[in-house]
């Protein structure tokens, strides 16, 4: 074995699955359990390597994850953040396709929470701070990084209103494989104009325009104005409040957010776009829905954009009213596959079905509707309405909205079908490393927060038997969490309560640690024996299985478990509604 380190943390150098491969082969049964000295996770090492680290360490197991200073500043809530909220940015930037070039400012208002005079502002280079004001006066900056430091010369009082303008400008970091990297995306449409997007969750929002880069705090409320050559449009989130036309060519676009908003969420679209839209008669009224798509795609828009009010209509009976009624619902046209832009989803599947034409769930139902459509629709709910404070509990957006496509299917298509879409999605479940990422840092933790959270969502409604039920617990989050930033511990809580099932050792199970529970059965004429195995303490889910097609509940735990039966035990399967796998022993 190489270096053996905590296998909680990401990038570990050694997976369970690799330790369970070496102690089969090795016949090595001397694991110990120790908790990593970081991340405050238990990880399994063998023998050798505890007592190589207890003789190099004293006792101490160390994290294989290296983070850096840069990291801490961006994913902590630094003293130079915690004393100021949020109330307001206006950004007003403009942006010159033909030089990549984009600057202007963001005007920043703030309650003092406690009084201090270091205030931490986040802009990544090649963009550099020209100057930041306070009523007027040029503040002093000092930078580490991309974190800049301000020196305030007024005195803050506690819960005073104050406001700091940040003028910046440059070349941003060009995303090349958006929206998976971040940055800009400066592309060209099919007719040679500019096609121009922003896109980036987890780089941060820094990577183009100066905020406190940090999920746990929003505005109240934004504006955006953007000034783009005058053939080309802007689309931001938001409303459009007025498109004000200069002497030199260039025209100003200024939307408004009425409501709060991440920083990711932020975004700016460049093109030659034009527009339709309709409105759609919702829960909380009737909502504005806008579409801006490139000049010659509209009419192939027209007619696939349907799928966007049938997604408000199954995703709100599922989850309560769109979160933004006053801000109306855009999909926007964007040179990427799509991004849960608030309000002004990106998109970018081709005007295809399924993801780019592929269902993801390979059970035919993924081919009913546009991946993009529904999934970064379904981001309005889980992402923009409850956002994750730090990106290690990214699977509060992507778990949920991956289980919303399974909710969509199923209002449209049935239970079966909507059950079908989501187990379908588990051939894409890795189970190397756990869903939860590390905290702190900016670290998000495993891609199966997207299937194996929505397939532990599905599991869990299984448990429960009772789907009005869990429909009322979706609504009730998006009601109770309403426009906030959220731990996964508050989520967790608040479905062990509302469920009445303490689900701890559950989330521990399938958040914390990679492995699927794993039953194990034994079956002697008439007697059915079963019990978990690679399971967390105290996970003790029931679970269904099917006997000769007959359908049992059954309890495992650690220890053997029996299940009497009048007959003789001929085949026994796990219902696939569980994401557990099953074993018979002979
Ligand atoms: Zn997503």
Same mark, same amino acid.
């Given at each position: 074995?190489?270096?053996? @380190? ?45 007592? #190589? ?31 100021? +909220? ?19 400012? &963001? ?5 003092? #929470?406690?009084?201090?005079?270091? #205030? ?18 040029? @503040? ?11 020196? @305030? ?78 053939? @080309? ?14 002497? &030199? ?48 795609? #509209? ?7 349907? +799928? ?122 890795? &189970? ?47 009601? +109770? ?34 492995? !699927? ?27 269904? !299985? ?41």
């Amino acid at each position: 074995m190489r270096k053996n @380190l905590c296998a909680l943390c990401v990038k570990p150098f050694v997976s369970f699955r690799e330790i369970e491969m070496f102690i089969m082969r090795l016949d090595i049964v001397y694991l110990l359990k120790k908790q990593c000295y970081f991340c405050n996770k238990e990880s399994y090492m063998n023998k050798q390597t505890v007592l #190589l680290f207890l003789f190099l360490f004293n006792g101490i197991t160390l994290c294989s994850q290296t983070f850096t200073k840069q990291d801490t500043l961006r994913g902590s809530i630094t003293p130079e953040r915690i004393w100021w +909220d949020l109330t307001f940015y206006h950004l007003d930037i403009e942006v010159k396709p033909d030089e990549k070039w984009l600057g202007g400012k &963001n005007t920043i208002r703030y309650t003092v #929470l406690e009084p201090h005079n270091t #205030l931490q502002i986040d802009l990544q280079a090649p963009l550099q701070i020209e100057k930041v004001t306070q009523d007027g006066k040029a @503040l002093q900056v000092s930078s580490e990084g991309n974190a800049h430091f301000i020196t @305030l010369m007024k005195n803050q009082q506690k819960g005073a209103s104050e406001e700091i303008t940040v003028h910046y400008s440059g070349t941003p970091k060009e995303a090349k494989n958006a929206p998976w990297d971040g940055g800009i995306s400066w592309k060209k449409d099919k007719n040679g104009k500019h096609f121009v997007g922003s896109s980036c969750q987890g780089l941060g929002a820094s990577v183009w325009w100066p905020n406190k880069d940090h999920m746990y705090d929003e505005v109240d409320s934004m504006a955006i104005s953007v000034r783009v050559p005058k053939e @080309l449009v802007n689309v931001s989130n938001g409303r459009l409040k007025k498109v004000e036309e200069h002497d &030199n060519q260039t025209k100003t676009w200024h939307w408004y957010v009425q409501n709060p908003i991440n920083n990711y969420g932020v975004n700016i679209n460049i093109a030659d776009y034009v527009h339709f839209g309709e409105t759609y008669d919702g829960e909380a009224g009737i909502l504005d829905m806008d579409y801006w798509v490139l000049r010659y795609n #509209l009419d192939i828009a027209k007619e696939h954009f349907k +799928d966007a009010p049938r997604t408000i209509e199954a995703l709100e009976h599922w989850f309560g009213p769109y979160p933004f009624y006053e801000d109306s619902y855009k999909l926007v046209e964007a040179p990427y596959l799509g991004m849960e832009h608030q309000s002004s989803v990106t998109y970018g599947n081709e005007y295809k079905k399924g993801y780019l034409g592929n269902d993801l769930s390979a059970s035919g139902w993924g081919l009913k509707f546009d991946f993009i459509i529904v999934h970064e629709t379904g981001h309005e709910w889980f992402a923009n309405n409850i956002t994750y404070k730090d990106i290690a509990d990214m699977w509060i957006h992507e778990g949920f909205t991956a289980y919303s496509e399974s909710l969509f299917v199923e209002y449209f298509y049935g239970t079966q079908a909507g059950a079908e879409y989501v187990v379908g999605t588990g051939h894409i479940i890795q &189970n190397e490393k756990p869903i939860i990422g590390i905290y702190d840092v900016n670290q998000r933790g495993s891609g199966d927060m997207y299937y194996k959270g929505a397939n532990m969502l599905h599991t869990l409604r299984q448990l429960l038997e009772d789907d009005e039920k869990w429909r009322a617990i979706l609504r009730g989050l998006n009601t +109770d969490f309403r426009h906030q930033t959220v731990t996964t511990k508050q989520i967790e809580d608040y479905l062990s309560q509302k469920t009445g099932i303490d689900l701890t050792a559950f989330f521990n199970q399938y958040l914390r640690d990679q492995h !699927i529970p794993m039953v194990e059965f034994k079956a002697e004429e008439n007697q059915l024996s079963f019990r978990y195995t690679r399971t967390v303490e105290d996970f003790d889910m029931p679970v269904k !299985i099917l006997v000769n097609e007959e359908v049992h509940w059954i309890f495992p735990k650690k220890d053997w478990s029996e299940l009497r039966l009048t007959y003789p035990v001929e085949n026994i399967s796990i219902d696939a509604n569980f994401l557990v796998e099953g074993f018979l022993l002979r």
